[in-house]
Every structure is written in structure tokens, then in C-alpha cells.
């Protein structure tokens, strides 16, 4: 079993930032790659920013320059900064991951429950 839990989201205005984090807790061999989604209301749920198995970053081209997606390993934590947010930003963020439960290569896609974004201008 692994959870994500999302953490951060709120209420700001346009312009302002916020920071989610996402912690992965629970039974397994370890984590390769972590992101986060987001879906807004009445839309489809969208990549926002990932990490890739191998390390690398992507991000959407709604957000990039604004947003920032880090981690830290050693808390098994993904976090994104979220600076200059727009209304068109608000949407419920959800934490991904894709968790290697064994040693020799099973895994699984992993999803927390989201957090609230709202940005009102």
C-alpha cells in the first residue's frame, strides 16, 4: 500500500504564490517517477509538472516560468512552487507517483487525493 498526501493548497489572489507538497508514505521498494496533475472544473484532469524516471523535469506550457516542481528523496517528498498564479490556475492539484514495489521491477501509479487551488483576481 502507498498513499500520497497533498498538502498547501488554499485561497490567494492573482499574482501570489503557493507551495504544495506531496509525501509518499507507506509500504515499498521505491519511488522513480513523482508529478503533479491538476483538473480544473468541467475540464479534463492535465499534466502540470514531473518528474521523469530519469530525473528529468517537464512542464506545461501554461505554467512554465511560474511554476517549479522539486524533491526531496530522502523524505520521499515532490513539492511545487507555485509564484504569479492566475485565476485560470485554480483546479484541484493532484500528487502522482510511480512506486517500485519490489526490487525487480513491478510498480505501480500511485495518486493522492488533491488539493484545493483557488486563485480569484
Known amino acids: 500500500q502507498v498513499q500520497l498526501v497533498e498538502s498547501g493548497g488554499g485561497s490567494v489572489q492573482a499574482g501570489e504564490s503557493l507551495r504544495l507538497s506531496c509525501v509518499a508514505s507507506?509500504?515499498?521498494?521505491?519511488?522513480?517517477?513523482m508529478g503533479w496533475y491538476r483538473q480544473a472544473p468541467g475540464k479534463p484532469r492535465e499534466e502540470v509538472a514531473g518528474?521523469?524516471?530519469?530525473?528529468?523535469?517537464m512542464y506545461a506550457d501554461s505554467v512554465k516560468g511560474r511554476f517549479t516542481i522539486s524533491r526531496d528523496n530522502a523524505k520521499n517528498t515532490v513539492y511545487l512552487q507555485m509564484n504569479s498564479l492566475k485565476p485560470e490556475d485554480t483546479a484541484v492539484y493532484y500528487c502522482?507517483?510511480?512506486?517500485?514495489?519490489?526490487?525487480?521491477?513491478?510498480?505501480?501509479?500511485?495518486w493522492g487525493k488533491g488539493t484545493l487551488v483557488t486563485v480569484s483576481s
Open positions: 507507506g509500504n515499498f521498494f521505491s519511488i522513480n517517477a
Open positions: 502522482t507517483a510511480v512506486v517500485m514495489t519490489d526490487s525487480v521491477g513491478n510498480s505501480m501509479d500511485a
Open positions: 518528474f521523469t524516471h530519469i530525473g528529468s523535469t
